[in-house]
């Protein structure tokens, strides 16, 4: 059983930076894929960033490619979501979650966190 736990949200304008901080409580096995999801009001959860269990592989959605970076640190049992030149189209409530399969489906990831708000103000 792996519980994750997000920090790091807040409000922010538009250009600036966040950096998101996912801890599991227990140790995330390599085996892992850990991914970053978002949901925006009125609007289907949608994938933002996924990386392999040793983080050697990163995926990106379009509409943050180069301007997000996700990274772990198996040690520390965390997952870092770095957030630059951010837009107010990236408001939403931002989640990570864990899962056994590379997918950028939600529904291959078994834990989940509960989610922080990030809000940008243009």
């Known amino acids: 059983q792996v519980q994750l736990a997000e920090s790091g949200g807040g409000l922010v304008q538009a250009g600036g930076s966040l950096r998101l901080s996912c801890a599991a409580s227990?140790?995330?096995?390599?085996?892992?894929?850990m991914g970053w999801f978002r949901q925006a009001p009125g609007k289907e959860r949608e994938f933002v960033a996924r990386?392999?269990?040793?983080?050697?592989?990163?995926v990106y959605a379009d509409s943050v490619k180069g301007r997000f970076t996700i990274s772990r640190d198996n040690a520390k049992n965390t997952v870092y979501l770095q957030m630059n030149s951010l837009k107010p189209e990236d408001t939403a409530v931002y989640y990570c979650?864990?899962?056994?399969?590379?997918?950028?489906?939600?529904?291959?990831?078994?834990?989940w966190g509960q989610g922080t708000q990030v809000t940008v103000s243009s």
């Open positions: 227990g140790r995330i096995s390599i085996v892992y894929t």
């Open positions: 979650a864990a899962g056994l399969s590379w997918s950028a489906d939600a529904r291959s990831y078994n834990y």
């Open positions: 990386i392999t269990g040793s983080g050697s592989s990163t």
